[in-house]
């Protein structure tokens, strides 16, 4: 079935420092979506995008989708303690909006 | 108010024993599903259900029988649990239709079979 394949699965950082996620498919995605987890959380709606090429900002928080729909992108700028957490990208794979999750980056910031 | 409610929150119990975990949404939403979550993070979907019938079964055991009553609620029932069923099972909705809709997660529940 479909992979999606995220790393780093692991990130410890500095608070201040930037932070990168990748998102990585096999196969042309028709759309991909971000989820946020807090420890002992649950996964959050952060966003999702449609278009080749497509950037979206919220506020540090900065979302790429590749050129050939295949790879997505999540970067933090000046990571704070409230960024902690593990974050998924999430594809529409099969019909039922059935959401097949990337492995996550799990995100520890330190003081 | 809470969008999407799940009880018990914690779920302690033996080999060989049967649980139920329920799950209710107030979002008038008519898809829910089922995940499982293991202790490394991963985070796969079991079922899903649109309007009270189900549409998506992944390969998940048999002793696993998720049951809706209305599109509102939907139910897990395990029968004869094992160590490897210990996770954290989350429920989700989300409107209905094919792909391109967020979902909307429960606050999870975390069994542990001892």
């Known amino acids: 079935g479909q992979q999606v394949m995220q790393i780093p699965q692991y990130q410890h950082v500095q608070e201040g420092e930037d932070f990168t996620t990748y998102c990585n498919s096999s196969?042309?995605?028709?759309?991909i979506q971000w989820y946020k987890q807090r420890p002992g959380g649950h996964p959050v709606f952060l966003i999702q995008?449609?278009?080749?090429?497509e950037v979206k900002k919220q506020k540090r928080l900065t979302f790429q989708f590749g050129e050939a729909k295949k790879n997505s992108s999540l970067h933090i700028t000046a990571t704070q303690t409230t960024d902690v957490g593990t974050y998924f990208c999430?594809?529409?794979?099969?019909?039922?909006?059935?959401?097949?999750f990337g492995t996550g980056t799990q995100l520890k910031v330190e003081l | 108010d809470t969008a999407v409610s799940q009880t018990p929150k914690y779920l302690v119990t033996q080999m060989g024993n049967d649980k139920s975990i329920k799950c209710e949404q107030n979002l008038g939403h008519d898809t829910m599903y089922w995940y499982k979550q293991d202790s490394k993070k991963f985070l796969k979907i079991m079922f899903s259900y649109n309007n009270k019938e189900l549409i998506i079964n992944e390969t998940v055991p048999n002793r696993f029988s998720p049951k809706s009553p209305d599109k509102a609620h939907l139910n897990l029932h395990i029968n004869s649990l094992e160590l490897g069923d210990s996770a954290v099972y989350f429920c989700?909705?989300?409107?209905?239709?094919?792909?391109?809709?967020?979902?909307?997660f429960g606050p999870g529940t975390r069994l542990t079979v001892t």
């Open positions: 999430a594809v529409h794979t099969g019909g039922g909006n059935k959401l097949t």
């Open positions: 989700a909705s989300s409107q209905d239709g094919e792909g391109g809709y967020e979902q909307y």
């Open positions: 995008l449609v278009k080749s090429g």
């Open positions: 196969t042309t995605l028709s759309n």
